[in-house]
């Protein structure tokens, strides 16, 4: 008798372990193959929980970056939902205007330097464009896409979601890629920050680590206050 309690009791306690990993794989599954974006939320307020004025992130730039991320995520045009990347090309170059939020973790993984388009400025980035071989940066929001390895080693290419604004990155060939004259050295070196031929290049040493948090269906916004943009693009 007491051996046929003891197996049945071991029985029982290797059922309910079962029980209880597959509910926990499940639970961690459904959360980590997306971000459910709840719109009643005010995503609005990280700004100041991440003190993001600290960094040099105004808040007239974040909030216009969270409201188009929000209304992307409403339709479904971002395959990783908690991610948000904002470039803010109203800086100088010489400070670190590229911003990389996981919203969903609520914390700042990257703050780095990124390039802007030859064409674009000097220091400054001021003028834009949508055209082949123009050499500019493109304003607006972007869905990340897939990577590759091409001259300066792992990129990423970059999907315009603003039509006539950046639609046309994937055909200039518009990606993330690191250069070595996005550096603190090339700055003290030129003046400025080096520039690219319309991409957001990345400093060299952060570019895979950049890459690979980002890539594949998340959103980015490049921001400047530029009148045109705002006529043209549905975010306003």
């Not at 309910?16 to 599954?29: K, R």
Request: with cysteine.
């Amino acid at each position: 008798m007491p051996k046929q309690f003891y197996r049945l009791l071991r029985i029982s306690l290797m059922l309910l372990f079962v029980l209880l990993c597959t509910q926990g794989n499940s639970d961690f599954n459904k959360h980590s193959t997306s971000f459910q974006i709840n719109q009643t939320s005010d995503y609005r307020n990280l700004y100041d929980e991440l003190l993001l004025s600290n960094i040099g992130l105004k808040r007239i730039v974040f909030d216009k970056a969270i409201s188009g991320w929000t209304l992307l995520n409403k339709n479904k045009q971002l395959l990783r939902s908690g991610l948000l990347t904002i470039i803010d090309f109203s800086q100088s170059s010489n400070a670190k205007r590229l911003y990389i939020i996981d919203v969903e973790k609520a914390i700042v993984v990257f703050n780095t330097y990124v390039a802007h388009g030859r064409n674009s400025g000097n220091e400054y980035a001021v003028s834009f464009a949508n055209k082949l071989n123009s050499f500019k940066s493109s304003l607006g929001f972007y869905s990340t896409a897939e990577t590759y390895i091409g001259n300066h080693g792992l990129s990423m290419r970059l999907k315009g979601l603003e039509k006539g604004i950046n639609d046309g990155a994937e055909g200039r060939g518009i990606v993330m890629h690191g250069a070595s004259y996005v550096s603190a050295s090339f700055i003290k070196n030129c003046g400025r920050l080096g520039r690219s031929q319309g991409c957001p290049a990345v400093p060299e040493e952060l570019c895979q680590p950049i890459i690979n948090y980002i890539k594949e269906g998340s959103c980015v916004y490049m921001y400047y206050p530029d009148s045109k943009y705002s006529k043209l693009s549905a975010f306003g």
